[in-house]
């Protein structure tokens, strides 16, 4: 298990761009897949992008790619993800997460460690 705490939500007109990080614990950080997804209102949580612990391979829901980017910097224990060109539809609770490094990791199963949560809203 790894304690993780999101950060970098908030507040942005659409077409704006968001930084979420997401900061590990633990010494083992780039053994895990790190996946982000999120939760829109009266929505179930959904799939955003996951990325393998040597950050060569990445994976990304099909709404956001081209517009978002995951990274990480296994140094600093911490993942990220990048939201460029946001739209209204992009407004939820941002989650990261940590699994097992099993590919793809799409499914929320293949996780054992989330965050709290961040809320990103976005407005037209």
């Known amino acids: 298990q790894v304690q993780l705490v999101e950060s970098g939500g908030g507040l942005v007109q659409a077409g704006d761009s968001l930084r979420l990080s997401c900061a590990a614990s633990?010494?083992?950080?780039?053994?895990?897949?790190m996946g982000w997804f999120r939760r829109a209102p009266g929505k179930e949580r959904e799939f955003v992008a996951a990325i393998r612990g040597s950050a060569r391979t990445t994976d990304y829901a099909y709404s956001v790619k081209g517009r978002f980017t995951i990274s990480r910097d296994n140094a600093k224990n911490t993942a990220y993800l990048q939201m460029n060109s946001l739209k209204p539809e992009d407004s939820a609770v941002y989650y990261c997460a940590a699994g097992t490094p099993i590919w793809p990791a799409t499914r929320e199963e293949r996780y054992q460690s989330w965050g709290q949560g961040t809320q990103v809203t976005v407005s037209s």
């Open positions: 633990g010494r083992t950080f780039s053994w895990f897949v």
